[in-house]
Structure formats: C-alpha cells, structure tokens
C-alpha cells in the first residue's frame, strides 16, 4: 500500500505542477459535510491511506502533511507512509496553520470548495498570509486519478407514511415558508441530507449508518420545493405522498437552479453547507441571508407519534442489547474470553432478529480493558482486536436504526471481578448519570447549563471526562442531531419538549480501563406545585445497567431508587420477549440493590 500511495501523492503533485499550484488540501468530507461518508467520497483514503473519520492531508509539491486528532495518533502511524507524510496533530495544528509554516511566500493553495463548509472557507480568507493564495479549484484532480472508484450506492427512496412520522410534508413544508416570510428570505437551500430527508419524509440507504438519499433542495417562500434528485429513484407513489410543490430536478442542475436566484434573498446556513453554493450564488447576484438551517429546531423536537415510535424501539432494542448482555457472561462463565470483533458481530446479529432494524446507528465501539480508555475506539482501526480482560470492563456503545427510532445506548460491564477503584470511578460516573437523568429546569434553559451535573460527582474526586456529555438524536436519522446538545462548550439552544439527548458521562484511565454509562433521554414538561411548569428527562434506553459494578457506599438512597425503579421498568417492558436462560439473567440483572 505505502507505494500505491506513493505513486498517487506523484500524480497529485504532477497535477499540481501543471496547474501552476503550490499545495492541495484534503478533508476528509465530502460536499454534503455530513458525519459519515459513502464509499466513493473517501478522497482523504484514496490520497493517504487513513480510514479514520475524522483528518485532512496537505500535499505539496515537495513536502505533505497527515493531520489527525488524539484519536487517531496511532492508528495514522501504521496507515500513512511516514516517508511521504509528517503527522500533526488537527486540532493543534491545523492545516492552514501548516501551510502558512511551511509554504513558502507567494504559495498557490488549491482548495475543491465543495468540500468545504463556508464558514471554514471565510474564516481561512480571513486569516491567510497576504503573500499566499487561496485558488478555488473547479474539478478536484482526485476524480480524475481515481481510476476504480466505486459506484455511488444510490437506493431507492423509502417514503415514510404518517403512522411512523406523524406529520405531512407539505405540512412541514408550510412551517418552513413561515420561517422564511420572517426572515424575509424568497428560499432556503437545504444540504444537511437529514433535513431533506425530514421534510419530504423519505428516507434511503445512500451512506453508511443514516438512512438517507444523496440530495439537494431549494425550499421556496410559497412552500413549494426544488427536489434534486434522480427521478428513477422515486416510487410512482413520490408525488401522491408529497403533495402539490414539489419539484423534482436533475441533480446536475443544481447549479442553474441557484444561478437562477440572482437577485433574489436567500437564506443559507455557512456552518453546514459547503463553499461551492456561497460563492454560486454570490456569482449569480443573489442576496445571502446567514443563517441556520430552518428544519433543524422542527426537526429535533419530535412530534407525538414520533416519540412513540423512539420509545418502541427502544423496547425492541433493549431486548437485543439484553440477550447480547446475558450471552457475554455466559460466555465469560465458561471461560471464553473473547475478541472485541466477534462480540460487536453478535451485537448485530442480535439486533438483527429484529426485522425492522435496517443498520447501525454509527460503527460500534466494542472495547475490552485498555482499549476502553480511548472513548472513540474502533477495534476495525487495530492491527488485531483486543481480547475481553479478566477482571476489568468491557465497554460497548452502539445503535440500531428503526424504522419507528433511532438508538443508542453504552454499556460497561464487569469482566469477573474488577478493583474497588474500577468500582468506585463506575458509581462516581453513574451518580452523575442519575443527577443528569433526575433534573428538573426552567424553559429556555440550555444543554451547557446542566453539564455540570453529569460531572459534579466525578469533579468532587479529582476526575473528569473529555467529551460532551450529551448529543442530540433523530428519529429514524442522525445519530448525532443539532442543533441541541450537553457540553461544556456553551450551546444557545435552549432545551425543547420532544428533543432526544443521550446522557453520557464517563471516566477513562490510560491503558487500564474506560467507563460510560448512556441512555437517551426524551425532554418531557413535568408538573410541579410551584408557580410554573418545568422541564425534565425521560428515560428512552431499556437495558440494565451492570450492578456488580456499583459501589453501594457512595450511593444515597435516593440514587438507589432511581435505579431499582429504572432496573423495574426496564424488566416489565424486555421480560415478555425473553425467556429462559436470557429471562433467568435478566432477573438477577435487574435485582433490587439494597445497602
């Protein structure tokens, strides 16, 4: 492979020479910016090799640089030929940063302004050194020297009936045009495949781990859309189930479709769509409105059928997740101490008994021992999987797509008997878990604002988790849906009924073990005495959580409660779909606890 990758950073930079540039910068996305991307948009692993989700490459005519986060420091080692790249560090180093180091003065920096947002592309024009040159290419040479590039997966459109989403699109569509006569805007071009996967309420199966269409829209003031996208993929039934307005276009006409905005107000979101669109319609003469995708807010706060269908498939996914957690410590019981791959393919053939789940909600983390202290691990990303550890954890986050919901749930378990320390950081995690999970807050207030209490257990020992502690969730889409979310980091959007956040908290301790309880939780109004009504959580995820783990003396008898109450919920919905041996496990696992 280093020199298939040699010979491709060759014909890249004799592109680069005849072009007259100096550099060409690689994300790792692809014009729709989304999370995953299919296969025929992996451009970064065609160039270098790197498999990681996340990572960007700048070639130079005579040098070129591997950018990769903590993550991925050394998986980057053994995938990218040191010879031809140097490693940075993403975050710290950014690729322009690099560039303006180490490109000399005058330097030509080719840039495929479909790959990146427009944000990114302002901020960069904004900070570049004078004596460097942006050039925004209008082919990206990849294309061309990609000679066995796969076939795009372009699957027929699967059109979503009001039982599983509950409201029509030309309903929804009516919202958004209401949306945009306030902010004065004749269209909204739509990028974020979810959200047009909202709208029209269709779904596909074009990327890995969403079930989405690769597509476009331009919604207009009057309601009626721009659908770009091959006809041949829509059922007859397409127009009956959208109703009137909806136009389906070429996806190649995407660009004289914006050029033929000229003039006219158009709203644009520059953190999820890409460079491309900006500079056409400014091109075109059109009036650019920033702002954020209109369908991100509806879209987040689900509408009554919409949680139904989550709480249901959480049902049926919580009985997959249970007999894969009875089968683990039959395994273990007998001795066979298994690798991390053959445990998250069980996971899935368990899920998979279930005909409805159509894929995983994001690559399963399946991490035993050390391995769990990366709280990003890939076990595929490894030279071999790791091997379940006794008497340490094995930790397991992962997610199906239903029909009905989208799930995703972690879980740490007990591989024979771990230390009291082991023990004690799991019940400092969980504490926060139950504090998170038991809060109550006024209207308006924020994801960042109850951060804290997710972490104030673990703060109170000199502890503390380096991620966010809660994202959003679609509804038969993204695992990962904003605009909402738990973190550190401040977050504007204030907290509406109908949202769904995971509620993740953890603890990981280099090379010896990692820890994660998470749920997803559903925004309810909860009903007090006082003057007003507030907000809360409700818990979606039904599995139990591992009681072997918990430290009773740092458990108040409250917090005990809590997970009595939640093991009893969680045996009432799963036990009638199980039986024997998985029913037997499931009585002990979700046992009352009592000090």
Request: net charge negative; aromatic share 6%.
């Amino acid at each position: 492979m280093q020199s298939v990758i040699s010979q491709r950073v060759a014909q890249i930079r004799q592109w680069l020479e005849a072009e007259q540039l100096d550099a060409l910068v690689i994300p790792h996305e692809d014009e729709y910016l989304g999370e995953y991307i299919p296969e025929h948009n992996e451009r970064l692993l065609w160039a270098t090799g790197f498999t990681g989700s996340a990572g960007a490459a700048v070639i130079g005519r005579d040098k070129a640089a591997m950018f990769v986060d903590g993550r991925y420091v050394v998986q980057v080692r053994k995938q990218v030929p040191g010879d031809v790249f140097e490693y940075r560090h993403l975050i710290e180093e950014p690729p322009m940063h690099w560039v303006q180091e180490h490109l000399p003065a005058g330097s030509k920096i080719a840039v495929d302004p479909r790959l990146h947002s427009g944000a990114w592309l302002a901020r960069v024009q904004q900070h570049l050194d004078k004596d460097q040159q942006l050039v925004l290419i209008s082919s990206n040479p990849i294309d061309d020297l990609w000679h066995d590039r796969p076939a795009p997966t372009l699957s027929d459109a699967r059109l979503m009936g009001l039982d599983f989403v509950g409201q029509s699109s030309q309903d929804k569509r009516a919202g958004i045009a209401t949306s945009l006569q306030k902010q004065k805007a004749d269209a909204v071009l739509l990028t974020q495949l979810d959200s047009i996967a909202w709208l029209l309420n269709v779904r596909g199966s074009d990327v890995h781990c969403l079930p989405v269409l690769l597509s476009a829209a331009i919604v207009h003031q009057d309601a009626s859309v721009d659908f770009f996208i091959d006809q041949a993929r829509l059922p007859a039934e397409f127009a009956a189930h959208v109703g009137e307005g909806v136009r389906v276009q070429a996806p190649e006409t995407l660009k004289n479709s914006l050029t033929a905005l000229s003039g006219k107000r158009v709203l644009l979101d520059p953190a999820t769509s890409n460079a491309w669109a900006g500079q056409t319609l400014r091109d075109a003469g059109a009036v650019i409105i920033e702002g954020a995708d209109p369908c991100m807010l509806p879209k987040a706060a689900k509408n009554p059928t919409e949680v139904a269908g989550m709480k249901a498939s959480h049902i049926r996914d919580g009985v997959a997740v249970s007999r894969f957690l009875a089968w683990v410590d039959r395994q273990v019981a007998a001795g066979n101490l298994l690798d991390e791959a053959t445990l998250a393919d069980q996971l899935w053939q368990f899920r998979i008994q279930d005909p409805s789940c159509t894929d995983v909600s994001f690559d399963t983390i399946s991490a035993a021992g050390g391995n769990a202290a990366m709280c990003h691990y890939n076990h595929n990303n490894q030279p071999e999987p790791g091997v379940l550890q006794m008497d340490n954890v094995y930790l397991v986050d992962s997610g199906g797509q239903y029909p009905d919901g989208t799930t995703d749930i972690t879980r740490t378990i007990a591989i024979g008997n771990p230390d009291a320390e082991v023990k004690q950081t799991f019940t400092l995690v969980l504490k926060g878990h139950i504090a998170l999970s038991t809060a109550r807050f006024p209207r308006g207030t924020t994801g960042s604002q109850l951060d804290a209490l997710a972490r104030q257990h673990l703060w109170a020992h000199g502890f503390d988790f380096d991620h966010g502690t809660g994202h959003g969730v679609g509804h038969f889409l993204n695992v990962h849906e904003g605009p909402q979310r738990i973190s550190k980091a401040p977050n504007p959007t204030a907290l509406l009924p109908g949202m769904v956040l995971s509620n993740e908290p953890g603890y990981y301790r280099a090379d010896a073990f990692g820890i994660r309880i998470e749920n997803l939780e559903l925004v309810v109004e909860v009903a007090t005495e006082g003057d007003m009504t507030v907000l809360g959580f409700e818990s979606l995820t039904r599995a139990p959580i591992d009681r072997r783990l918990v430290d009773l003396s740092l458990m108040t008898k409250t917090e005990l409660d809590w997970l009595n109450r939640y093991h009893q919920t969680v045996f009432d919905v799963i036990s009638p779909s199980l039986q024997g041996e998985d029913l037997s496990w499931l009585q002990q696992a979700t046992a009352p606890l009592s000090r």
